[in-house]
């Protein structure tokens, strides 16, 4: 059974998130401080670590950096809560070490996707689920292939990842700079319009009309997101 720590200080809030985890198998503990969310993630070696920003004692992206430095927590993946959308910069920002983030309000069903992709992602746990399905699309995960009403579309290994990244983040707006990060990774320098072809492209493998998205969908002056 999948352990998780939810350091959060909103009571109900933490309460919520761990009943659902728990009405889905996970073994759940709580933390309602970042000190306690420490001693917590050293002591109980958790799986998984859902973390607020805006803590008690100790602040989430503090907690966050201190646990990534800690050779005994530094692979445990992360998920980060945050309130205010100016501190999603931070969190995608090279400092902090998060594996993903949620800005509240978020729904419990987005939640515990969220907590599996995470989970899936990491290394040591074998895959929870090997598909992102949508409709007529599959896209298989370890077989790294995507099949259209049963068709196999060829994808490059951007694409791929691309698509991916949006199906998990279904109904999710994914701004350029997010996609970069997430999908060309911090490091290397890509131009956000390399996003915008790559997105192109796609369209023309997946949707039905690729002049007429109802897949991919552009958010104007914010990114992309993923119908499903
Ligand atoms: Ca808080």
Same mark, same amino acid.
């Given at each position: ?25 996970f ?24 973390l ?36 999603? !910069?931070? #969190?995608?920002?090279?400092?902090? +070490?998060? =594996?993903? @983030?949620?800005? $509240?309000?978020?729904?419990l ?44 579309r ?15 983040n ?6 350029? !700079?997010? #996609?970069?990060?997430?999908?060309? +990774?911090? =490091?290397? @320098?890509?131009? $956000? ?36």
């Amino acid at each position: 059974m999948a352990k998780v720590l939810i350091v959060e200080d909103e009571d109900i809030l933490a309460r919520n998130l761990a009943e659902k985890l728990r009405s889905e198998g996970f073994q759940v503990m709580t933390a309602g401080d970042g000190e306690a969310g420490l001693q917590k993630a050293r002591d109980e070696h958790p799986e998984l670590i859902v973390l607020d920003i805006m803590l008690p004692k100790l602040d989430g992206l503090s907690l966050c950096r201190i646990i990534r430095r800690d050779s005994s927590t530094a692979h445990i993946p992360i998920i980060m809560l945050t309130a205010r959308g100016t501190e999603v !910069d931070k #969190i995608v920002g090279l400092e902090s +070490g998060a =594996d993903d @983030y949620m800005v $509240k309000p978020f729904g419990l069903g987005e939640f515990l996707a969220r907590v599996r992709a995470v989970m899936r992602r990491s290394p040591g746990h074998p895959p929870l689920q090997d598909e992102l399905i949508s409709n007529d699309l599959r896209l298989s995960l370890t077989g790294r292939r995507l099949f259209k009403g049963g068709e196999e579309r060829k994808l490059s290994n951007k694409e791929f990842d691309l698509l991916a990244e949006l199906m998990r983040n279904r109904g999710v707006v994914l701004s350029r !700079d997010l #996609i970069l990060t997430k999908v060309w +990774g911090y =490091d290397y @320098y890509v131009d $956000k319009r390399t996003v915008d072809v790559h997105i192109r492209w796609l369209r023309e493998k997946i949707e039905d009309d690729p002049s007429d998205p109802k897949r991919i969908v552009t958010v104007r002056g914010m990114g992309y997101r993923f119908e499903g």
